[in-house]
C-alpha cells in the first residue's frame, strides 16, 4: 500500500460522512433587522427552511440587531447620552424574530419549529403566547433553573406576520449566555424526520465507540503489556460519553429527568479526559524520550489536573477554564502532531495512516473551535472526524496486533543496543590499552636507560630525556583525569555552579596559558576576543572544554600554521570558536565526533582525544551548562569548534581578572635553589613529612631537605610517636590515604597536643574530591595540594606558613586589636552589622562577598573556591581592601569591622 493510497483513505471516509451528513441541510432563509422573509416559502415541496442572520437582542431597555447564533458576553448596550453597557457572562434578556409566513392558512398549518440550544434556561413565546420552557427562565440565579437541549416544537401561526420571542436567562455558564443554535421552521414530517435522522446518527455513532471501546478493552485484558490498547479504548469511551452528551443530546433522551449541570459535567469531563489520553496513545505507539518524554509527562499532568477540576469544581468554574485549556489543546495538537511528523521522517510503521487521521482530527477539532466562538459559520465536523480517527486507528491497531509489532520492535531494539555495546566496549579497551601503554613505556624505558647508565654517569637536569619522562607523565595524568570526568558525568555526581562570566576577559587567560607550547610548536596562536559575551556558565567546568579544544588544535596545526581563539555576541546569545588550520576531520566522521568512543573506534583516527571521550566530555560539559557545540570543516581547511551559550543581560559574577595563571612561575619564586626569606635564613625550618609510600616519602625529602630539615614518618602512628618523643616540627605535611590511620585521624590526634598548638598542617593528596577536600580544611588544614604538584610551589608555602609561630600570631593580634580599640575614632552604635561599616566606607558587593569568606576564617585558597576564581585574585583583592582600610593585616581589619563602641 503506497503513502499516497494510505493518506486517501482516511480522506475519502471523511469527505464520505460529511457529505451524508450535509444531505439533510435545510435551505438558508437570512433574516436582516429581526426580520426574515418566509412568505413565498413552500414547506410542502421545498421542504424545512433555517433562518439565519439578525435578531433584535434586547437587554437593559435597548434593542439592537445581533447575529444568531449568539452569545451575549462582551456585547455593547447603547444607552442615553451616547454611553453604552458591556455585558458580562451573567443575567437575561430575549431575542426577538419576526416570521413573513405565507398568506395562505393551508400552507401555514401542521408547521413545526427546531430551535438550537439557548443557555442557560429559556421560554419560547409565539405572537405573544408561550408554547415551551426549557428548565425555568428568571432574572436571578435563585428563580433560574438551567437546562440546555435542542426542542421540537409544534406551531399554529397565523398567515403573514408572526412574532417569535425566546427570553433566556444565564447564571451557570461563565462562557456567557444566548441563542446558540439556528432557527428551523418546516412541515412537522420534514421537522420529525430530520429529528430522527440527527438522533440515529448520533446513536450509530455512539453505538460504534462503545462497542469500540469493549473490543479493545477485552483485547487488552487478554494482552495487557500493550497498553496502547487500553488507551486507545479510554478514547473511545470518551468519545461514547461526547456524543451521548452533546447534539440531539441523546442521553437526555433516554434519561429526560437527568439535571443540567450532570449532563454538562459529563461533556466537559469527556472533553478534558481526551487530552491526557491522546498523548499517551500517541506516546505509547512511538515512545518519546529525552526532552519530548518530559514534554509529554508536562501535558499529560495538565490533562490530568483539567479532569480533576471538572470533577470536583462547581460548573460556572470549570466552564470559565475552558478558553486556556483550548489553549493547552491548541499546543497539545502540536505536539502531537510533531510526534507523528517525526515518525513519518522516521518511516515508522502506519505512520502514513496514523498522521492522516490525526489530521484530519485536529482540522475538525479547530473548525468546531471556532465555530463554537461564533467567528467561522460552517458545520461541525468533530463527530464526524471522530468515526473517521476511529475506523484508521483501530486497523492500524489491528495490523500491529496481528504482526506482534511491539515485540519484534523490542527484539530488534534490544539486538542493536546490546551489539553496539559489545562494539564500543571492544574498541574502547583495544585503544585504552594502547593509548595507555604508550606514554607508560616512555616513561620506563627512558628511566632504565638511566639507570643502566647509557645516559653516562651524570646527566644535566634539562636534558631532553627528562623532558619526555615529564611530557608523557603529563600524559597519563590527562588520560586518567579525563576518564574520571567523564565517569563522574555518567554518575551523577557533578553539580554545576554557574556564574555570570564576560567570556571574552576569561579566555584571554588561557591564550596567555598556551602561548608557550604554541612557541614550542612553532604555530601562531591569535585571539579575537570581544568584550561584552557574557553568559552564565561554570567556569570549573568550562575550563575542561576550553583546554581540550585548545590542546587539541595545537596538536594538529603543523607547524607554520594558525590557531584562533575568539568570541562574538549577538545580543540573543554569546559564543567562542576555536579554529586551526589543520588537516580537518574527515567528513563520514563529523557527525560521531561528539559520540563516546568515536576517536577510538575511528580507523583513521582523528586523534582529537586519547580514550575517545575527550570531546564526547566537552558535549556532555556544554550540554548540562545550558549550551551547545558544533563543528564544521573550513573551506580553506582545518575546523572550527564553536560552543554556544544564551547571552546574559544580568551583572557579571567573575571580575575581569579570573583568567587562569600562566604557570607555576607565576605562583611561586624560585626558591628551589636554597634560597628563602630573610626571615627563615638564620636557621633552618623543622618539618614533618608523613606519607606511607617510600618513594614518595624519599623523593620529598630528597627535594625539601635543601631547604628545609626534614623528618620523616612512614605512617601516622609513627608521626604521634614522633611528637610524643618530643619533635617539635614548625610545619606538619601529611597524606590523607594511609593505613592504618590516615590524614584525616592524624590531624584529629594531633590538633590535641599541646606540642602541635598553632602548628600549620597541609594535606597532600591524590584524592581531588571537593567533598574531601572540604573535610580536610574542615578538619583544620591550612591547605589541600593535589597531587601531582609543583615542587617549587609546596616549598614556598611551608616558607610562608613557618615564618610566623602560632604564639607570635597571637601577640600581633591582641597588640592589633589593643592600638584599635586605643584610636580616638567615632563610635559605632552596639550591635551595628559589620556590613553596614562595610558598605559606609565605599566597599562594593564583591568586597562583602571576600569579605564574609574572611571574616568566617577561610584561606585565600579556601575562599577562591568558593567565589571560582583563582587565589592571586583573592589575595589582590584582600591587599585592596587593607590599603583601603589602612589596617596591616587581616585580623585588624577583622577587628575595624566588627568592634564595638
Not at 489520553?277 to 499529560?300: C, N
Amino acid at each position: 500500500m503506497t503513502n499516497l493510497l494510505r493518506f486517501s483513505i482516511p480522506l475519502c471516509i471523511f469527505c464520505t460522512v460529511l457529505a451524508a451528513a450535509s444531505c439533510s441541510a435545510s435551505h438558508q432563509v437570512l433574516a436582516t433587522n429581526g426580520f426574515a422573509d418566509l412568505s413565498d416559502a413552500d414547506f410542502s415541496g421545498g421542504g424545512p427552511a433555517t433562518v439565519r442572520g439578525e435578531w433584535l437582542f434586547r437587554a437593559l431597555d435597548a434593542d439592537i440587531p445581533v447575529s444568531v447564533p449568539s452569545n451575549w458576553k462582551g456585547l455593547r448596550i447603547p444607552q442615553a447620552g451616547g454611553q453604552s453597557i458591556t455585558l458580562d457572562a451573567w443575567g437575561s434578556a430575549s431575542y426577538r424574530l419576526e416570521l413573513a409566513l405565507p398568506d395562505s392558512p393551508e400552507r401555514v398549518q401542521d408547521l413545526m419549529l427546531r430551535i438550537g440550544e439557548a443557555g442557560t434556561a429559556s421560554t419560547v413565546s409565539l405572537n405573544g403566547r408561550v408554547i415551551a420552557r426549557t428548565g425555568t427562565a428568571g432574572s436571578t440565579a435563585g428563580e433560574t433553573v438551567p437546562d440546555v437541549r435542542v426542542r421540537y416544537l409544534p406551531v399554529e401561526p397565523v398567515p403573514g406576520i408572526n412574532t417569535l420571542e425566546i427570553t433566556v436567562s444565564n447564571f451557570d455558564d461563565s462562557n456567557g449566555g444566548g441563542l446558540w443554535g439556528t432557527l428551523t421552521i418546516g412541515k412537522s414530517r420534514d421537522i420529525v424526520r430530520l429529528h430522527y435522522a440527527r438522533t440515529i446518527q448520533e446513536s450509530l455513532l455512539a453505538g460504534i465507540f462503545v462497542i469500540m471501546c469493549l473490543y479493545y478493552l477485552a483485547i487488552f485484558l487478554y494482552r495487557r503489556s500493550d497498553f496502547a490498547l487500553l488507551a486507545f479504548a479510554l478514547i473511545c469511551a470518551a468519545f461514547f460519553f461526547r456524543q451521548v452528551s452533546t447534539g440531539e443530546k441523546i442521553l437526555a433522551l433516554v434519561l429526560p429527568e437527568i439535571p443540567w449541570r450532570t449532563l454538562v459535567r459529563i461533556e466537559y469531563l469527556s472533553i478534558f479526559l481526551l487530552a491526557p489520553l491522546y498523548i499517551a496513545f500517541f506516546s505509547l505507539i512511538y515512545p518519546p524520550s529525552g526532552r519530548l518524554l518530559t514534554v509529554f509527562r508536562v501535558f499529560a499532568g495538565i490533562g490530568t489536573a483539567g479532569v480533576l477540576a471538572v470533577a470536583v469544581l462547581p460548573v460556572p468554574v470549570f466552564i470559565s477554564i475552558l478558553h486556556a485549556f483550548q489553549v493547552y489543546w491548541l499546543v497539545m495538537f502540536a505536539w502531537v502532531w510533531y510526534l507523528l511528523v517525526r515518525a513519518l521522517r522516521e518511516k515508522k510503521s502506519d505512520s502514513v495512516l496514523l498522521f492522516s487521521s490525526y489530521t484530519l482530527l485536529v482540522f475538525a477539532a479547530v473548525n468546531d473551535l471556532l465555530l463554537t466562538r461564533l467567528y467561522i459559520p460552517t458545520l461541525p465536523l468533530v463527530t464526524s472526524a471522530q468515526a473517521v480517527f476511529i475506523f484508521i486507528q483501530s486497523l492500524v491497531l489491528s495490523r500491529r496486533f496481528a504482526r506482534e509489532y511491539r515485540q519484534s520492535r523490542n527484539l530488534a531494539e534490544l539486538n542493536e543496543h546490546l551489539k553496539a555495546l559489545d562494539d564500543a566496549k571492544t574498541k574502547f579497551f583495544t585503544a585504552s590499552s594502547h593509548e595507555l601503554r604508550t606514554p607508560v613505556t616512555l616513561i620506563t624505558t627512558p628511566l632504565e636507560a638511566i639507570m643502566d647508565g647509557k645516559y653516562g654517569d651524570s646527566i644535566r637536569c634539562d636534558a631532553p630525556v627528562f623532558t619526555l619522562v615529564k611530557r608523557n607523565c603529563d600524559r597519563l595524568k590527562r588520560l586518567a583525569e579525563e576518564l574520571l570526568d567523564f565517569l563522574r558525568f555518567d554518575s551523577g555526581a557533578v553539580q554545576p555552579n554557574p556564574k555570570a562570566v564576560d567570556l571574552g576577559v576569561w579566555l584571554s587567560g588561557y591564550s596567555r596559558l598556551f602561548q608557550p607550547d604554541a612557541v614550542r610548536r612553532k604555530v601562531s596562536l591569535s585571539t579575537g576576543l570581544a568584550s561584552g559575551t557574557v553568559a552564565r556558565v561554570d567556569p570549573v567546568l568550562l575550563e575542561t572544554v576550553v583546554l581540550n579544544l585548545l590542546s587539541n588544535a595545537l596538536k594538529h596545526t603543523p607547524e607554520g600554521g594558525t590557531v584562533v581563539l575568539s568570541s562574538t555576541g549577538d545580543g540573543g546569545s554569546v559564543s567562542f570558536s576555536v579554529s586551526d588550520t589543520g588537516p580537518g576531520i574527515p567528513s563520514e566522521q563529523l557527525p560521531h565526533l561528539f559520540q563516546r568512543f568515536s576517536a577510538a573506534s575511528s580507523a583513521g583516527g582523528t586523534g582529537y582525544s586519547g580514550f575517545g571521550i575527550g570531546l564526547p566530555l566537552s558535549a556532555e560539559i556544554v550540554k548540562t551548562l545550558g549550551g551547545r557545540i558544533s563543528v564544521e570543516n573550513m573551506p580553506q581547511g582545518g575546523c572550527r569548534f564553536t560552543v554556544t551559550f544564551s547571552a546574559w543581560q544580568g551583572p557579571v559574577d567573575l571580575p575581569s581578572d579570573t583568567a587562569p595563571d600562566v604557570g607555576p612561575s607565576a605562583r611561586a619564586p624560585g626558591w628551589m635553589d636554597g634560597t628563602m626569606p630573610a626571615g627563615l635564613r638564620s636557621s633552618r625550618v623543622p618539618v614533618l613529612l608523613v606519607d606511607d609510600d617510600v618513594d614518595m616519602l624519599s623523593f620529598l625529602a630528597e627535594m625539601l631537605s635543601r631547604t628545609f630539615t626534614v623528618i620523616t614518618a612512614a605512617s601516622g602512628a609513627e608521626a604521634v610517636t614522633l611528637i610524643e618523643d618530643g619533635l617539635r616540627p614548625r610545619v606538619i605535611v601529611s597524606d590523607v590515604m594511609m593505613e592504618p590511620m590516615d590524614g584525616f585521624a592524624l590531624r584529629e590526634r594531633i590538633s590535641g597536643m599541646d606540642a602541635c598548638a598553632g602548628v600549620p598542617f597541609l594535606f597532600l593528596s591524590a584524592r581531588a574530591d571537593p567533598e574531601v577536600r572540604k573535610s580536610g580544611l574542615s578538619a583544620g588544614a591550612v591547605d589541600y595540594i593535589l597531587k601531582p604538584f609543583s615542587v617549587e610551589e609546596l616549598v614556598a608555602k611551608i616558607a610562608s606558613l613557618a615564618s610566623l609561630s602560632q604564639a607570635e600570631r597571637e601577640r600581633l593580634e591582641r597588640k592589633v586589636v589593643e592600638a584599635l580599640r586605643a584610636q580616638d575614632a567615632p563610635p559605632s552604635p552596639a550591635g551595628v552589622d559589620w556590613r553596614v561599616r562595610a558598605r559606609e566606607m565605599g566597599m562594593t558587593q564583591r568586597d562583602l562577598e571576600v569579605l564574609d569568606l574572611v571574616i568566617r576564617g577561610m584561606s585565600d585558597k579556601e575562599i577562591a573556591y568558593e567565589l571560582a576564581c583563582s587565589p592571586r585574585t583573592i589575595s589582590n583583592r584582600i591587599s585592596a581592601l587593607l590599603k583601603k582600610t589602612a589596617t596591616p593585616s587581616r585580623v585588624a581589619l577583622i577587628a575595624l569591622l566588627t568592634r564595638r563602641a
